[in-house]
């Protein structure tokens, strides 16, 4: 899947999947995530509801450089869980994606090939119970402007497909947006040019 430096490819609801070998079973749990608390929440979430699980191995990917990514073998051998599941979100070009795999041992050893054949195949499995969505990358700015410009500012939001994240509207207002990477120039422009209003890209 190609992506652009504007656009990114996510999902936006959680999928499950069960993967069975020898005994051992494997729930995968693929959801959305926006922050590495996001991903902790469900995770502690998921160990509560599987008490008597032997190995909760994961991996997950935020922001759309994929600078930020992380995986864990929670205890099977180095290299068998946390990679194969993150193999799968990096194949599909996801991002802001966590998939969290629970084990539950069978009596039999698997040894690293099944291991990382279990771990792939749960995790591929629980990305085809969802659909991908294409997303805008979205840059933070901060507009400060006089309140009498508050209905043209709003306008302009409106048509740049931005959103607000704060919103402070007293005499003076100052208000943080998320405005899509695609336009940002072109919005920086159109603020930039506005009598009484200061805008700043917050973001990269």
């Known amino acids: 899947m190609t992506t ?42 998921l160990k509560k509801e599987h008490g008597k699980a032997v190995h909760f191995c994961f991996a997950y990917k935020l922001g ?24 799968q979100i990096t194949s599909k070009g996801l991002t802001d994606v966590a998939i969290i795999v629970v084990r539950y041992f069978g009596g039999t050893l698997l040894g690293v090939p099944g291991l990382i054949n279990a771990y792939k195949t749960a995790a591929a499995l629980s990305l085809q119970m969802v659909p991908i969505i294409k997303k805008q990358i979205l840059v933070d700015c901060q507009l400060d402007f006089d309140y009498t410009r508050l209905g043209e500012v709003m306008r302009w939001i409106k048509t740049f497909n931005a959103v607000i994240k704060t919103q ?33 890209k917050l973001g990269k």
Do not use: H, W
């Open 4 to 45: 652009s430096d504007t656009t990114f490819y996510t999902i936006d609801q959680e999928a499950t999947a069960e993967f069975k070998d020898r005994g051992s079973k494997f729930l995968a749990y693929a959801f959305p995530v926006k922050s590495p608390e996001d991903f902790k929440n469900r995770q502690a979430a």
């Open 168 to 200: 402070e509207s007293q005499l003076f207002c100052k208000m943080v947006i998320a405005i899509p990477k695609a336009v940002l120039s072109e919005a920086a422009t159109v603020f930039g040019s506005l009598q009484a209003v200061d805008f700043k």
């Open 64 to 87: 759309p450089d994929n600078l930020v990514f992380r995986s864990s073998d929670d205890g099977e051998p180095a290299g068998s869980a946390g990679k194969p599941i993150l193999g």
